[in-house]
């Protein structure tokens, strides 16, 4: 099992920035990618960016060139860096860690994000 916690969350006034945090514990070992993921409010929940184990990066169209992940494999902890925020990113913030050698997902309970002046 593996466990996700996630802090960083808050209120931003449009053009802000906040840093997201979600270290992972339990068995640790087992993981490979890492991410983030969000749901506003009556939507789906969507990708906002993943990161390898060997670094390779995928960011959701919405983001692209303003929203940063990174990771530190040593402390099993996944970044997300939001500039420019807008409004429309309100949403809860989801980590997200999958185990290939069993196909699990791990989930985080979420830190939420409100974007508003």
């Known amino acids: 099992q593996v466990q996700l916690v996630e802090s960083g969350g808050g209120l931003v006034q449009p053009g802000g920035s906040l840093r997201l945090s979600c270290a992972a514990s339990?068995?640790?070992?087992?993981?490979?990618?890492m991410g983030w993921y969000r749901q506003a409010p009556g939507k789906q929940r969507e990708l906002v960016a993943g990161?390898?184990?060997?670094?390779?990066?995928k960011y959701g169209d919405s983001v692209k060139d303003r929203f940063t992940i990174s990771r530190d494999n040593a402390k099993y902890t996944v970044y997300l860096q939001m500039n420019s925020l807008k409004p429309e990113d309100t949403a809860v913030y989801y980590c997200?860690?999958?185990?290939?050698?069993?196909?699990?997902?791990?989930w985080g309970k979420g830190t939420l994000v409100t974007v508003s002046s």
């Open positions: 997200n860690a999958n185990e290939p050698n069993t196909g699990m997902n791990y």
């Open positions: 339990g068995s640790i070992f087992s993981i490979d990618g």
């Open positions: 990161i390898t184990s060997g670094g390779t990066t």
